[in-house]
């Protein structure tokens, strides 16, 4: 079982930036590929980004490649997502995922955190 406590959003300008950061808990974490998906009001949840369990690879949504970056801390059980660049069509409910590797994240997390709001103004 995996727990997962995602925060960082707010409001930000376009052009700004932010820090998502999720905090995983449960006994194998380190094990699970991690992974930020979000959520616009009226679509359908989508992937953004995913990590690997030792964090050697990343994967990107097209939308946000060259203005966002995964990263992990295995020590500090903590995933982050750095978003710079933005733009008001990154306005979204982010959430934190896992599952056992980057291509199960994509096609569907078996964790999910609680979300936090992003909102980009222009």
């Known amino acids: 079982q995996v727990q997962l406590v995602d925060t960082g959003g707010g409001m930000v300008q376009a052009g700004g930036s932010l820090r998502l950061s999720c905090a995983a808990s449960g006994p194998t974490v380190s094990t699970y590929a991690m992974g930020w998906f979000r959520q616009a009001p009226g679509k359908e949840r989508e992937f953004v980004a995913a990590?690997?369990?030792?964090?050697?690879?990343?994967r990107y949504a097209d939308s946000v490649k060259g203005r966002f970056i995964i990263s992990r801390d295995n020590a500090k059980n903590m995933v982050y997502l750095q978003m710079n660049s933005l733009k008001p069509e990154d306005t979204a409910v982010y959430y934190c995922a896992a599952a056992p590797t980057t291509t199960h994240i994509m096609g569907g997390p078996d964790y999910w955190g609680q979300g936090t709001q992003v909102t980009v103004s222009s």
């Open positions: 990590i690997s369990s030792k964090g050697g690879t990343t």
